[in-house]
Every structure is written in C-alpha cells, then in structure tokens.
C-alpha cells in the first residue's frame, strides 16, 4: 500500500530541512508602518545556512493591513496570519497605503535571547502586537513545495471550523511562548514556526480550485497523489512508467498525461530529481559516496555521480565540498552566536 498523502508533504519537508528559528515581537502604536526587503537581503542575517528564508506574521493583537510589494494591501484581524512564502518584500501598517525604508540593522544577529522585542510608533490610540517568524529551508537541488506556493497566503481566525480551531491554538502557544521566560523557550518557538507554517501549506492546499495544477494539486488528485505517495515511499525502488501505473490502478497513458499536467514534468523526471534531492541530504550527512548511489536507487557509483552532476550541475564530491562550508542552519541564534 502506498502512503498516506499527507506523509509525501511530511517527506519533502523533512528533506528540504524546515527550520524554524527566529522570533520578533513588535508592540505597537499608531500611526506606524514596517517595510521588510526580500528575504535574500536579510537571510544570511536571520538564518545563516538557510538556502530561503520564508517570512510570516502573527497578529496577537488588534488589526493592521499587510501586502506584498505591489500588491494591493490586505486588512489583517487577530488571530490572523500572512505568509509571504517567495520571500517578497512586504509592508505592515496600521493604514493602507504606508511606506517606509526598511530599517537592516534590527535583523542583525547578536547575543540577545529570543524573541527580539521592538516597540514602535507614533504613540496614538490604537494599539496592536504582531509576532514575525522567520523559517529556513533548502531550495537546492529540489525542493518541489516552493515553487507551488504562492506569493502570500493570508489564514483568517473566522470560522468555528476545526482548522480555524486549531490555528487559534497555535498562535495562543507561539504567543504565549514569545512573551515568557520559561526553560526550553526557544525551542518551542523554533517547532511553533515550524507547525504555523505546515498549517498554512494545509490550509492553502484546502482552498485550491478544482482547475489548479502544480504540486500541491498533485498531493490531491487521486492518480496523481497515489503516484507521488508511491514513489516518495520507495525512492530507490526500479520504477518505470508502466510500474508506477499498475500501483496505482490506472493506464501507463493516463497516469503519463495526468502526471505532466498537474506537476509539469514526467514521473520518472520528478523521481530523478527527488532521488537528488535525498542524495544532498546524505552527502552533507558524510555518507560515501558508493553508498548514498544505493541508498536512492542507483547500480553504480559511476551512474549516481553521472546523474547528480547532470541534474544538480556539480559532481556529488565537489558539491559536497562546496556546501559543507555552508554553516548548518541553525535551531535559534543562541546556537550561532554561543549565548
């Protein structure tokens, strides 16, 4: 039997190495507004190691507006939460339509323990707390989840639904967490990031329109889901085409068509880069070489570095090499900075 769908996201988020990490809280006061730049710009600040820094906000306390730049501003309530998942620049303020120049030295890393606590604004009557969490991921060699996301999703507290629920909870802990002292702080932080921003790919997933294709589509399509669920299960098995449709009970034509519609590329082209994709994760880990080929499907040392170097643009040593000086990312600043 294959697994579940749901253990396919489960997969690609352990092995693009979903980290969360850093925790700002912001009390404010009107009129105030903060521009943040594109997460490139401050990643190697927030989250050193981390290939995409993923940014979003928790409002803890009344109201404010938040867009991407360019976009047209959404009115966020609270309980809500914005994800800017492609790492887009962003305005938050307490009207629409505000500007300012993004202030880098407030994402420099120092000794301070988590979170950063900043209080700005003009002093006015309306008052409100938003939490901002940063999350590190890998992008390199394939990291299908991204590229399916889109540049914001905004989850609503409204509902009475059980998800609705179950977001509340987790912005009462994250919250809760942020303004205390406890033992053991920063790692519930860090795995509170981490579940608001699995919540907010759930969440996303369940709003697709029927006529949506990418990835995430593909997690929902019964022939399409039970193909990546299969293949995800046994990455190092000998799947061809016409394997993976007997799995799944459907013609090798169907199975072909339906697949490079929804996903973009044939099984066996996804399976090759997901294959990649394991293959860094081992190589970092210090495997040998001979092994991490095995290990993901491969007869010979000679056929796993042929194909690594042809899909990921580097020969599995020296890639390894190169991104072994890469720093691990972190769990939170004090792990960097030695505090």
């Given amino acids: 039997m294959p697994a579940p769908m749901t253990d396919v996201l489960s997969d690609v988020l352990r092995a693009v190495r979903l980290t969360g990490a850093v925790f700002f809280d912001f009390e404010l006061t009107s009129p105030w507004v903060a521009e943040a730049p594109p997460s490139r710009e401050i990643a190697s600040k927030v989250m050193?190691?981390?290939?995409?820094?993923?940014?979003?906000?928790?409002?803890?306390?009344?109201?404010?507006?938040?867009?991407?730049?360019?976009?047209?501003?959404?009115?966020?309530?609270?309980?809500?939460?914005?994800v800017f998942p492609q790492g887009d620049g962003h305005v938050l303020s307490s009207a629409p339509g505000m500007r300012a120049e993004p202030n880098l030295t407030?994402?420099?890393?120092?000794?301070?323990?988590l979170p950063f606590v900043y209080e700005i604004g003009g002093g006015g009557p309306e008052r409100a707390r938003v939490v901002c969490c940063f999350l590190g991921c890998d992008e390199r060699p394939f990291n299908p989840l991204?590229?399916?996301?889109?540049?914001?999703?905004?989850?609503?507290?409204?509902?009475?639904?059980?998800?609705?629920?179950w977001l509340a909870t987790l912005l009462h802990i994250a919250v809760r967490e942020s303004g205390s002292a406890r033992v053991g702080r920063d790692n519930i932080l860090a795995r509170m990031s981490e579940l608001m921003f699995?919540?907010?790919?759930?969440?996303?997933?369940?709003?697709?329109?029927?006529?949506?294709?990418?990835?995430?589509?593909?997690?929902?399509?019964?022939?399409?889901?039970?193909?990546?669920?299969?293949?995800?299960?046994?990455?190092?098995?000998?799947?061809?085409?016409?394997?993976?449709?007997?799995?799944?009970?459907?013609?090798?034509?169907?199975?072909?068509?339906?697949?490079?519609?929804?996903?973009?590329?044939?099984?066996?082209?996804?399976?090759?880069l997901w294959r990649m994709q394991l293959a860094s994760r081992l190589l970092l880990e210090g495997e040998p070489v001979?092994?991490?080929?095995?290990?993901?499907?491969?007869?010979?040392?000679?056929?796993?570095?042929?194909?690594?170097?042809?899909?990921?643009?580097?020969?599995?040593?020296?890639?390894?090499?190169?991104?072994?000086?890469?720093?691990?990312?972190?769990?939170?600043?004090?792990?960097?900075?030695?505090?």
């Fill in 48 to 82: 050193p190691g981390a290939q995409r820094v993923i940014e979003y906000h928790l409002i803890a306390r009344g109201s404010c507006w938040a867009h991407a730049i360019g976009d047209e501003p959404i009115l966020l309530r609270e309980g809500d939460v914005i």
């Fill in 106 to 113: 407030m994402f420099a890393r120092g000794s301070t323990a």
């Fill in 146 to 165: 991204l590229s399916a996301l889109p540049h914001t999703i905004h989850l609503s507290a409204a509902g009475n639904d059980a998800t609705s629920g």
């Fill in 198 to 272: 699995v919540e907010a790919v759930r969440r996303y997933l369940e709003t697709l329109s029927p006529a949506q294709t990418g990835w995430l589509a593909g997690l929902r399509d019964p022939v399409v889901g039970q193909a990546l669920a299969a293949l995800h299960g046994e990455p190092a098995a000998d799947w061809t085409v016409e394997s993976l449709a007997r799995a799944v009970a459907v013609s090798r034509s169907v199975l072909a068509d339906r697949f490079a519609e929804l996903i973009g590329q044939p099984p066996m082209h996804y399976l090759a």
């Fill in 290 to 339: 001979a092994q991490v080929a095995s290990q993901v499907g491969y007869e010979s040392e000679a056929a796993f570095s042929r194909a690594f170097k042809k899909l990921v643009g580097d020969a599995p040593a020296s890639w390894r090499r190169a991104n072994a000086a890469r720093p691990a990312i972190p769990l939170h600043p004090s792990s960097v900075d030695g505090s």
